[in-house]
């Protein structure tokens, strides 16, 4: 993996000491390391690093800001990768960043990821790469706003596409669900037929179906 130069935002002054250490030792480089949104934005516009590590929550509302300054900086960069921890799901901005748009990674993971070490590591690291990582309990809670739709699909489907949210390759989710890459491939086929969606092999397509899906389009 490339050496990633990483803008942090976390309010806390122990946990972003924490993560900056954490991220340069497994060989990555935090170009900045602040407490508030407006902060955020001011050291993504000096200092152009590869992807953003944001807290949900930040001063001085402590509701929405690190948020809202992760969307705002999605806008105006939309090739700019985006991680947002969170300490709860909260599904309406999950949702939003999720379907933000641009052609780089996205991810949104809940804090207690945090503690699997080399897990959140590989997470920033995928993201930064261009992929989508989606803790699973934020799926299963994006997934449980939309039953009817839902309806349509199989239980295995269901597990399936939860898989394919969370950002994982067929031969992950085949490693996964301990079955063949080929029934993997037959699922995700019948998954975007029941959704009305076209069949594709891009996994970055692959995501915006189950987002799509979650809309209830």
């Given amino acids: 993996m490339p050496r990633l130069r990483v803008a ?4 806390g002054v122990l946990l972003r000491e924490g993560l900056a250490g954490l991220l340069e030792r ?3 480089d ?5 407490g508030d949104g407006d902060a955020l934005v001011e050291a993504v516009t000096v200092h152009e690093p590869d992807i953003v590590v944001a807290d949900a929550r930040m001063p001085p509302g402590f509701s929405d800001e690190g948020l809202r300054a992760a969307l705002a900086l999605r806008a105006t960069r939309p090739h700019l990768a985006v991680l947002v921890l969170s300490q709860y799901v909260e599904q309406t901005y999950a949702a939003e960043l999720l379907d933000s748009g641009g052609g780089a990674g996205i991810g949104y993971l809940l804090k207690d990821r945090i503690g699997e070490v080399r897990e959140f590591v590989e997470a920033v690291e995928r993201v930064a790469a261009g992929h989508t990582v989606v803790d699973p309990e934020v799926v299963r809670q994006l997934l449980s706003r ?5 309806a349509r699909l199989t239980p295995r489907e269901l597990e399936v596409l939860g898989l394919v949210a969370e950002g994982r390759s067929n031969a992950a ?5 301990v079955v063949t890459e080929a029934a993997v491939a037959k699922h995700i086929a019948s998954i975007l037929a ?3 969606l076209p069949p594709a092999e891009d996994d970055h397509r692959r995501v915006l179906a189950v987002l799509a899906y979650l809309r209830g389009r």
Avoid: Q, T
């Avoid at 935090?30 to 602040?34: D, I, L, R, S």
């Fill in 8 to 11: 942090l935002a976390e309010d």
């Fill in 26 to 28: 497994f060989g990555h």
């Fill in 30 to 34: 935090v170009v900045a390391a602040v």
């Fill in 146 to 150: 939309r039953r009817e739709p839902l």
């Fill in 173 to 177: 989710i085949a490693r996964a669900l």
């Fill in 194 to 196: 029941k959704l009305d």
